[in-house]
């Protein structure tokens, strides 16, 4: 019954790597979210996109990029990691019609080291 | 975007309701309002959402004050796995402002056995 699916859990990276987070989700939603948690901060909103190749920056860009190939995937770059950026990463999509509610993956814990 | 305003943390013991406040006095006229909660290591799931009328679902009721600058998250009879952190957020309708929510820090919500 999973909606919307995180690739990683867990990642550790290097300072300077380039870093992939991917987010899949199966229900056919136009808006797809990065956010990242951290403590005593909340939920930020990094980047969304309201359609295919489309995007737009959220709250907190610098650092990272997205990219929207498809539909159903989202994906998180950023493209060299930083210690700051450690943290936890979540995907989330909505549809645009009405005002239903917005899903949510199970989060990436990205350790950068 | 509108502000909500909730308490840092709230307790309750287990069976008993808990009445969870949010305040957003700058509410617009087609804002709606959406809970979220949080459980630990998870990503935030949707509890319950309402534009003016009361609303009953499976997991919870939301309450509307008449001028709708004020709302209550009620669970009828908490249970361990309520424990959350419950997000209050407003909504603008579907199609604008690309769907984005905006988290703020939540109610960190404590049930004693």
């Known amino acids: 019954d999973v909606k919307v699916t995180q690739s990683s859990r867990y990642l550790v990276k290097r300072t300077g790597e380039k870093v992939f987070l991917e987010c899949v989700q199966d229900?056919?939603?136009?808006?797809m979210f990065w956010y990242r948690q951290d403590p005593g901060l909340g939920l930020r909103l990094i980047y969304f996109?309201?359609?295919?190749?489309?995007?737009e920056k959220g709250d907190i860009p610098e650092g990272y990029s997205v990219s929207r190939e498809k539909k159903e995937r989202f994906s998180l770059i950023l493209e060299s990691a930083s210690t700051n950026q450690t943290s936890m990463y979540l995907c989330?999509?909505?549809?645009?019609?009405?005002?239903?509610?917005?899903?949510f993956g199970q989060g990436t814990r990205l350790t950068v080291v | 975007d509108a502000k909500t305003t909730q308490p840092n943390s709230m307790e309750s013991n287990e069976e008993e309701p808990v009445h969870l406040p949010c305040n957003h006095s700058?509410?617009?006229?087609?804002?709606?309002i959406h809970w979220y909660r949080q459980l630990p290591s998870q990503g935030p799931e949707y509890v319950i959402h309402?534009?003016?009328s009361n609303v009953n679902n499976r997991m919870a009721s939301l309450a509307i004050a008449e001028d709708r600058k004020s709302s209550t998250l009620i669970l009828h009879r908490a249970t361990l796995r309520d424990a959350a952190v419950y997000y209050c957020?407003?909504?603008?309708?579907?199609?604008?402002?690309?769907?984005?929510?905006?988290f703020g820090q939540g109610t960190i919500l404590t049930v004693h056995p």
């Open positions: 309402g534009l003016t």
């Open positions: 957020i407003l909504s603008p309708p579907g199609g604008t402002s690309y769907g984005k929510l905006t």
């Open positions: 700058t509410i617009s006229g087609t804002d709606y």
């Open positions: 996109s309201y359609d295919v190749k489309m995007k």
């Open positions: 229900m056919d939603h136009e808006n």
């Open positions: 989330a999509s909505r549809t645009i019609t009405g005002n239903t509610e917005a899903f």
